[in-house]
């Protein structure tokens, strides 16, 4: 059964960090875009940063650049997320999702993506 599983998700002090991981079962994720969304109570799904299929290349929310760093690990058919700096906005749910994507991933929208995960909730609070 072909299927996403997000890790890594806790409860952080404001300026920590958290590595969430996705790993993927029943399919590889080396031909994908993989990209990571996240929800916070009461407001929409938000795109937060991805890497494209073709090149590698990794792009990024205003809102986390220079804080998440996206990285796959083809052996272990899994995308992470390493996230720094943690603010109390960056508390979601957080979910990754997977998709063949012929272009660069941030042109694309989360409607786009056809597989994902289950979410992991992060939250950032003293």
């Known amino acids: 059964q072909a299927q996403l599983v997000e890790s890594g998700g806790g409860l952080v002090q404001p300026g920590g960090s958290l590595r969430l991981s996705c790993a993927a079962s029943?399919?590889?994720?080396?031909?994908?875009?993989v990209g990571w969304f996240r929800q916070a109570p009461g407001k929409e799904r938000e795109w937060v940063a991805c890497v494209s299929s073709h090149d590698g290349s990794t792009y990024y929310a205003d809102s986390v650049k220079g804080r998440f760093t996206i990285s796959r690990d083809n052996a272990k058919n899994t995308v992470s997320l390493q996230m720094n700096s943690l603010k109390s906005d960056d508390t979601a749910v957080y979910y990754c999702?997977?998709?063949?994507?012929?272009?660069?991933?941030?042109?694309?929208?989360?409607?786009?993506?056809?597989?994902w995960g289950q979410g992991t909730q992060v939250t950032v609070s003293s």
């Open positions: 999702a997977a998709e063949r994507l012929a272009l660069s991933c941030y042109v694309y929208t989360r409607t786009d993506f056809g597989s």
């Open positions: 029943g399919f590889t994720l080396d031909y994908l875009a």
